[in-house]
């Protein structure tokens, strides 16, 4: 069982930074890729950012390349959003999601087994 509990999420103007955290319980937490997800009203859950277990991968959605970095700490069970140049577009609740499996769909939110309760991101105009 792992959980997951994401921090740092707020209200921000438009080209502000943010970063998110989120913390795992678990000691196998340094086994699995993580991901981060967000969510806006009315709209289907998305992709955001993934990392691999020893970082020596990360993958980023299109909208969000050059503005976002995940990163993680294995010795502190958490993975990190940082998040610039924030647009009104990204306002969303934000997801952390652990992928104890890796099948190869990495981008969908059925890869991922575990999700934390999430944490709201509004970026004003």
């Known amino acids: 069982q792992v959980q997951l509990v994401e921090s740092g999420g707020g209200l921000v103007q438009a080209g502000g930074s943010l970063k998110l955290s989120c913390a795992a319980s678990?000691?196998?937490?340094?086994?699995?890729?993580m991901g981060w997800f967000r969510q806006a009203p009315g709209k289907e859950r998305e992709f955001v950012a993934r990392i691999s277990w020893n970082s020596g991968g990360t993958y980023y959605a299109d909208s969000v390349k050059g503005r976002f970095t995940i990163s993680r700490d294995n010795a502190k069970n958490t993975v990190y959003l940082q998040m610039n140049s924030l647009k009104p577009e990204d306002t969303a609740v934000y997801y952390c999601a652990a992928d104890t499996v890796s099948s190869g769909s990495e981008y969908s939110p059925n890869e991922y087994e575990y999700w934390g309760q999430g944490t709201q991101v509004t970026v004003s105009s």
């Open positions: 678990g000691r196998t937490f340094r086994y699995y890729a």
